[in-house]
């Protein structure tokens, strides 16, 4: 089969059944057809619309992720059939903090055109464009192939385990569905204050995640100019034990959802834990959100949680919606 890769993509693996190319992307034209994609995907693996980690985006939102790759020609491709793209392919890497790069694919395949051989070639030429990366990168010491799949995408989990890679995490999506049934505010544990995050504390507030993530695995560098580029303020919430801040609960709206409120992070230091100083953040984001008009929020959380966060969440009527599942295998150039 010629190659399709262009764009100094890596090569294009050979398997796709008659009619069937993989090619660049080519920009906006195919965002209409990739959200078709992901939206002709969502009742065969049982995918949740409303998910704050992997939801069903639209072609603005595909848009708008693509503009945030690298090189959105080179590390995307897409399976034309004669009726039009069936499928695609997405490459993006991170440094993580013990100095790990990853690099993640991930693809999306109609379901009437899996069994056809047409999702093994899509990974294969995510692998091959990654080699080329890690080459190019210099970082064949630190790589590893990383791949994602909700618990219930059994076509994408079998792929992954028939090629080798191995479960090594995975998130759970929790819910709480009605804002207006929040249990009313409880009395702060002595000595804390709670409050509003002001723009000279964002930096403070950054900074107090980064420290509750020092000893955890898995962990993506963020950085404070990454974190103020998406940032959404007006429900940041901090907790005081005197001058400094022991805790934060970083949530927002929505934009797209205006109803939905997410809590993105929920940290408090450790010499400052088993007060209760959590709970009281989780309940203070949560009241917030709702006076900015959401009327149920979600999280998300690591399963291998030592800090039993699901005792918390679950205590203020969080219940768990969906499980994502983080798959890694070695990259062998």
């Not at 993509?9 to 993989?22: E, F, H, K, Y």
């Not at 080329?132 to 994408?156: I, P």
């Amino acid at each position: 089969m010629a190659a399709h890769g262009g764009g100094g993509s890596g090569p294009v693996p050979a398997g796709l059944p008659p009619g069937c190319v993989l090619r660049p992307y080519r920009g906006r034209e195919d965002h209409g057809a990739m959200a078709a994609v992901r939206l002709d995907c969502a009742e065969r693996d049982r995918l949740d619309v409303r998910s704050i980690v992997e939801g069903v985006p639209t072609a603005a939102e595909i848009g708008e992720d693509c503009a945030e790759l690298d090189d959105p020609t080179g590390n995307q491709v897409l399976v034309d059939h004669p009726d039009g793209p069936v499928g695609y392919a997405t490459v993006r890497w991170w440094q993580e903090r013990d100095g790990t790069r990853l690099y993640l694919h991930r693809g999306y395949l109609l379901p009437a055109h899996r069994g056809r051989g047409i999702g093994s070639a899509m990974l294969d030429w995510a692998e091959g464009r990654i080699r080329l990366l890690v080459r190019r990168h210099g970082t064949a010491r630190s790589a590893v192939f990383g791949a994602n799949a909700m618990a219930s995408e059994e076509d994408a989990t079998r792929l992954l385990l028939d090629s080798g890679y191995q479960r090594v995490f995975s998130l759970v999506e929790l819910e709480l569905a009605d804002l207006r049934l929040l249990a009313p505010g409880e009395p702060l544990p002595a000595g804390i204050r709670v409050g509003a995050v002001e723009p000279d504390l964002y930096r403070t507030a950054w900074r107090t995640v980064v420290d509750s993530y020092a000893d955890a695995a898995f962990t993506k560098d963020w950085t404070f100019d990454r974190c103020l580029a998406t940032a959404a303020p007006a429900c940041w919430r901090a907790a005081w034990d005197g001058e400094e801040m022991v805790g934060v609960a970083l949530c927002s709206v929505r934009h797209r959802d205006g109803a939905l409120g997410e809590v993105e992070e929920l940290s408090v230091r450790a010499e400052s834990r088993r007060r209760g100083v959590g709970r009281a953040l989780l309940l203070d984001g949560l009241r917030c959100l709702r006076g900015h008009g959401a009327r149920t929020a979600r999280l998300y959380t690591g399963t291998a949680n030592a800090y039993r966060s699901y005792d918390l969440y679950e205590s203020v009527g969080f219940r768990r919606r969906n499980e994502y599942v983080r798959y890694r295998k070695p990259v062998h150039i």
